[in-house]
């Protein structure tokens, strides 16, 4: 996927252009322009290692992107 799919993909589902751009840069380890179903499974299983010793972690992150995203009521972090 290019870098300009990805950003397609990322701001129809509500992201920013500059989020596509970091999440791209992110996942392009390579840095050879396109990313691929490897590079996204390699960010989803580091995500996932880095929630093993706080299972927790997992869920509070999940809670403040719902918060952050809220166009009505209060934008509140949640921390464990």
Do not use: C, R
């Not at 990322?10 to 380890?29: K, P, R, S």
């Not at 390579?30 to 390699?42: E, Q, V």
């Not at 580091?46 to 509070?60: E, G, K, T």
Request: glycine letters at 4%; hydrophobic letters at 35%.
């Amino acid at each position: 996927m290019s870098q300009s799919e990805f950003s397609s993909f990322v701001t129809a589902h509500g992201g920013t252009e500059t989020e596509a751009a970091n999440d791209f840069a992110a996942l392009d380890t390579s840095n050879s322009g396109s990313i691929t179903s490897s590079n996204i499974t390699d960010a989803i299983n580091n995500l996932q290692n880095s929630y093993q010793n706080d299972p927790y972690a997992a869920i509070v992150s999940m809670f403040n992107m719902f918060a952050s995203n809220t166009t009505t009521g209060s934008s509140v972090s949640v921390s464990a």
